[in-house]
């Protein structure tokens, strides 16, 4: 760097044939003082695969991701190309790239940043998403396997999230591990918070905060009609829609529209499911909101039409066992009659029966809701 330095100073000597042999030697000194600045304030890259992925600690993303470690066959899709390739460990790759790791030994370290990776185990695939130039947002796209993303704890809000079917995880902080199964009817995804938070949101449903060692499993059929979710650890806290209902302000007189939002727990063995539809007349998808608790008992149900305030029928009345029979009982008192008959229920879901009490079609016609 020194003999760099002095070539490219050297026109500057020139000035010297006009100086002293003392003003000489003093300039040439100065010369190597920054020569040594310099090379020490440049860093050290002799060794490419040693420093890749490691620098600009200040920047929350690279401009690019870097392959920091590859292990076994990994090989990557760039855009625009028809044959995968072998992935080059210290390597930045262009955004829109898939990866995949090939054996149940090979394993992936993509670094995004300084201090955020993503980390492909076995047999799996993921794709970076595109961005623009100078964007600072950066994501990935779920395609099979287990993935492990980390980013820093401190993650400024919507930056980063992991895409797939049916779902976006977004706000990650710390560690998330995600399992990715396609079946015959559609995709399913363990999705397990590790580490400080995380939040996921689909169609109907969201969850704005995951614990560390939270976990749920999510399904969503090929067509998108159908999402199921299944509560594995922890309690996740999950709002879901139950449409949208008008009211009108008594002070101002205006006429609003609100949506309308159940909070349900989402613990171990308990499920939600939700179906939608196409209707007839109108785009908007009519939807069936369920949830169950852990022995399989259907406890709330409602459907409405998206974005659609002429159409929500909200509750559809009680449904545990305990709730049918008071209904029961009640429907009987006031048809003065003891006659009630005694139907067997299946929950839709939870692949247990109980049986239960449903009033008569002569006593339903007097019932009253």
């Known amino acids: 760097m020194k003999n760099i330095t002095r070539i490219l100073a050297a026109s500057s000597i020139a000035f010297a044939l006009n100086a002293s042999a003392e003003e000489l030697d003093d300039f040439i000194a100065n010369l190597d003082e920054v020569a040594e600045e310099t090379d020490n304030a440049l860093p050290d ?7 890749a992925g490691k620098k600009d600690s200040s920047k929350t993303f690279y401009t690019l991701p870097c392959c920091r470690t590859v ?3 990994v090989e990557i899709l760039k855009p625009g190309d028809k044959a995968w390739a072998p992935v080059e460990e210290g390597r930045y790759y262009p955004l829109g790239s898939k990866y995949r790791t090939v054996g149940a030994s090979s394993e ?4 995004f940043g300084y201090s955020s990776e993503v980390v492909l185990q076995g047999d799996s695939s993921i794709g970076t998403l595109l961005a623009g130039f ?4 950066r994501g990935i796209s779920l395609g099979s396997g287990t993935i492990i993303v980390k980013v820093p704890n401190n993650l400024p809000e919507g930056l980063f999230t992991v895409n797939a079917p049916g779902f976006v995880a977004y706000n990650p902080a710390g560690e998330s591990k995600y399992v990715y199964t396609k079946t015959l009817d559609g995709d399913e995804v363990v999705v397990r918070c590790v580490t400080k938070t995380l939040s996921v949101k689909g ?3 969201d969850m704005p905060l995951m614990r560390a060692a939270n976990e749920f499993k999510i399904r969503t059929s090929n067509d998108f009609l159908v999402t199921s979710l299944y509560g594995n650890s922890g309690d996740i806290l999950v709002k879901l829609d139950q449409g949208c209902f008008s009211h009108r302000d008594l002070g101002t007189g205006e006429t609003k529209i609100e949506e309308k939002i159940l909070d349900w727990k989402l613990s ?3 499920a939600v499911r939700i179906y939608r539809g196409k209707t007839e007349l109108g785009n908007n998808l009519s939807v069936t909101v369920m949830t ?3 022995r399989g008992d259907l406890k709330n149900r409602c459907a409405f039409t998206e974005y659609c305030v002429e159409v929500n029928s909200g509750e559809l009345g009680p449904t545990s066992k305990k709730a049918r029979e008071a209904l029961a009982k009640r429907a009987a008192d006031m048809a003065g009659t003891e006659e009630v008959e005694a139907v067997e229920t299946e929950a839709v879901d939870g692949g247990e029966t109980s049986s239960s009490s449903e009033p008569t079609q002569e006593t339903s016609d ?3 809701i």
Not at 108 to 111: D, E, K, N, P, R
Not at 134 to 137: D, L, R, S, V
């Open 45 to 51: 890259i002799s060794n490419k695969s040693e420093n």
């Open 292 to 294: 169950f608790d852990a």
């Open 268 to 270: 171990p063995r308990t």
């Open 366 to 368: 007097n019932l009253m």
């Open 71 to 73: 292990n076994g066959t």
């Open 134 to 137: 100078g964007e600072k947002k």
């Open 108 to 111: 992936l370290s993509l670094a």
């Open 203 to 205: 169609r109907n449903f």
